[in-house]
């Protein structure tokens, strides 16, 4: 527990009547990459949108780097070191490639001028930087999740969310893509906590998963152990001889 | 930033300072210059309200709320205090820029933006209600009249003297405070504001992951926003020198600066100049038309919709779109 980045305690959210999350653990070890996995509903995006502060738990602690976060906005957070991406791209769709990015750094405090100049690094790292003055709205689904991937990567995280990095790229640029959250482990050490639902994706990025349904945990642990329990084979991979 | 500002915005408001300077010298008769002061001074009102109404994407409705503040607040200072207007219409402005923090202070609470809308319509009824009320300082409807016009200033042998009748003084003041005002809001939108204000108008909930406080951007964009709206309504007060309480703050205040907006384009930095421009003294032409005047304005605010839906600053913007989406389908039928 000792290099425990992120822990998430017996957390809860309830919309209403429905409790989306029903007292979830989470450990996210530093420099490591977390998968969250499960079927439709299962929780996922709602245990990810409550570590990024979107929604707000009924129960439960998060701690990050050792200080309790569970009740400070979404901005903060960020400024403590984490960020993330959002499964249906948000780009800034008034500005451009290279402006959308720059947003991200002038929060910081970092002057236009010189905000701007390091934006070019982020697009060029992502690989935009033919497109950084093309209008945010212009970009393929590929080169938005690439935009938010750069966005994300401009507030200089320590814990970077990635909610279906893959999800509407068209298949020849996963390899690419998924070549590029590689580096981001490799090069700057960034710690990566993901949601994807392909299974085969995740063999070649996560380290650990956690596996949810009906927003209870069903098991963690490496991804070789997740995808061998009998539980999730029958939830998740639908195998018929796991089910028997 | 293009989609707010245009192509080389520094050079166009040279541009229309130059146009500005240029009207000053020639001999322009006293009418044009009164529609043109007008329009100056309800530029500089949709200006302030586009801030937030387009260039934050916040669905306020009850900016003339704001106007009627400087207005009157301005005009009562001055008319009774003795101080000069020089220096009361920043008292007006500071008061509405206060109205526009307390407003703005429930505003953030709600998501929905209707709600929004209907907030701040009601808080600008509230405003005219107030102001109607007061009848032994405002006189109510009857109009509170001989408000001071601005104090006349002398450069050596010439004298500068403002108000109604004054037609070249008051439309270079206006021009002056004007422009000042679009200066400003060029150096503000063109830093760390400006994209601020576009990123959390085009997704709140990215701007929030990215470390932008949402509430304290949109609570400083309100004030700012009403500020100028309260300073433009000063100094139309000590322009006109009269006020009544539906004239400021009434439903035709609102229809008519909205129109402004939406016609020059609502987001676009310039706008509200050529919104203004275009509706005052369309307004004015149609005069003779009576009772019909308003339902041939409304007639041509909802042809231009039609026609040109970004508004006259957002034609450029158009094409570019039309051609991006273009680029996009033969990218798409070429892959």
Redesign the interface.
């Known amino acids: 527990m000792a290099d425990g980045l992120l822990l998430v305690s017996n957390l809860s959210v309830r919309f209403g009547g429905l409790l989306a999350l029903d007292g979830v653990a989470l450990e996210v070890r530093d420099g490591r990459s977390t998968a969250i996995l499960g079927p439709n509903g299962a929780g996922k995006t709602t245990l990810f949108n409550a570590v ?3 929604v707000r738990p009924s129960e439960g602690r998060i701690l990050f780097a050792g200080d309790d976060i569970t009740s400070i ?3 903060r957070r ?2 403590k070191g984490i ?2 991406t ?1 499964q249906i791209t ?7 490639v290279i ?2 990015v ?3 750094i ?3 405090g970092v002057p ?1 001028a010189a905000a701007l100049r390091e934006a070019a690094d982020y697009v060029a790292f992502v690989g935009l930087e033919a497109k950084s003055a093309a ?1 945010a ?2 970009l ?1 689904t590929g080169q938005r999740k690439r935009l ?1 991937l750069a ?2 990567l ?2 200089r995280p320590r814990l970077l969310l990635l909610d279906e990095v893959t999800g509407g790229v068209d298949q020849p640029s996963v390899p690419e893509l998924l070549d590029l959250i590689r580096r981001l482990r490799v090069e700057r050490g960034i710690t990566v906590l993901v949601i994807e639902h392909k299974m085969d994706v995740l063999h070649g990025l996560a380290d650990d998963a956690i596996f949810l349904d009906r927003g209870r945990v069903v098991t963690s642990g490496s991804m070789a152990d997740i995808a061998a329990h009998d539980e999730v084979r029958r939830i998740y991979l639908g195998d018929a001889d796991a089910a028997a | 930033m293009i989609e707010v500002l245009g192509r080389r915005p520094a050079l166009t408001l040279s541009v229309c300072v130059a146009l500005f300077l240029l009207i000053s010298v020639l001999p322009v008769n006293d009418y044009v210059l009164h529609i043109l002061t007008l329009s100056l001074i309800f530029a500089m009102f949709a200006s302030g309200w586009n801030l937030t109404l387009g260039i934050l994407g916040l669905k306020t409705l009850g900016h003339h709320a704001f106007f009627a503040i400087g207005a009157y607040l301005s005009a009562i200072v001055a008319f009774y205090g003795g101080v000069s207007p020089w220096l009361t219409i920043w008292a007006g402005a500071a008061l509405a820029a206060l109205a526009g923090l307390l407003i703005g202070l429930p505003i953030l609470r709600i998501r929905s933006m209707p709600h929004v809308a209907i907030v701040t319509l009601a808080f600008a009824e509230i405003v005219r209600l107030i102001f109607s009320n007061l009848k032994d300082i405002t006189r109510g409807e009857l109009g509170f009249w001989g408000i001071p016009p601005f104090d006349p200033v002398s450069f050596g042998e010439t004298t500068i003297r403002f108000g109604l009748g004054n037609a070249w003084g008051s439309y270079v003041l206006a021009g002056a405070f004007f422009f000042a005002v679009q200066a400003g809001l060029l150096l503000l939108l063109r830093s760390r504001p400006g994209m601020t204000f576009a990123a959390i108008r085009d997704s709140e909930a990215a701007a929030e992951s990215l470390g932008i406080n949402l509430s304290t951007w949109k609570l400083a964009a309100f004030a700012l926003s009403a500020g100028i709206v309260g300073l433009s309504g000063a100094i139309y007060a000590h322009y006109v020198m009269i006020l009544t309480p539906t004239s400021v703050a009434g439903p035709e205040m609102l229809i008519t600066l909205l129109a402004i907006i939406i016609v020059g384009g609502a987001g676009r930095f310039f706008g509200p100049l050529y919104g203004a421009l275009l509706l005052t003294g369309s307004l004015e032409l149609l005069r003779e038309f009576g009772e019909y005047r308003m339902l041939l304005y409304g007639a041509l605010v909802i042809g231009f919709v039609f026609a040109a839906p970004h508004g006259i600053a957002g034609l450029r913007i158009g094409r570019l779109r039309r051609r991006d989406r273009r680029g996009t389908r033969e990218r798409s039928s070429a892959a």
Do not use: D, I, K
Request: proline content about 11%; charged content about 20%.
């Open positions: 990024a502060g979107a906005p979404p901005h960020c400024r960020s993330r959002f948000q780009p800034f769709s008034g500005l451009n402006e959308n720059a947003v991200a002038v929060s910081r236009m209008p709205r212009t393929s938010e966005r994300a401009a507030t």
